[in-house]
């Protein structure tokens, strides 16, 4: 097997949440319904990784867990 063929694992949340996406939470801790911006994953190979999020209602980053975020499609 060619070494190109091996492809480090990333999970499908880490995937899901890539840097630039934007995104919006339930949390209300959070405050409900915020908007955002992925900026970077911590660890992609978790499945439910801590996401940087730069808000946009205060322009605050924070780590946030995939599960509470959605992405804005």
């Known amino acids: ?37 992925t900026r970077a994953i911590a660890d992609v190979t978790e499945a439910n990784p801590l996401v940087l999020v730069k808000w946009l209602h205060d322009l605050s980053e924070e780590f946030v867990r995939s599960e509470y975020l959605y992405v804005i499609t």
């Open 1 to 37: 097997m060619p070494n190109e063929a091996l492809q480090p694992y990333v999970s499908t949340a880490a995937q899901q949440f890539a840097p630039g996406n934007f995104v919006r939470t339930w949390n209300p801790e959070l405050g409900r319904n915020a908007v955002g911006v």
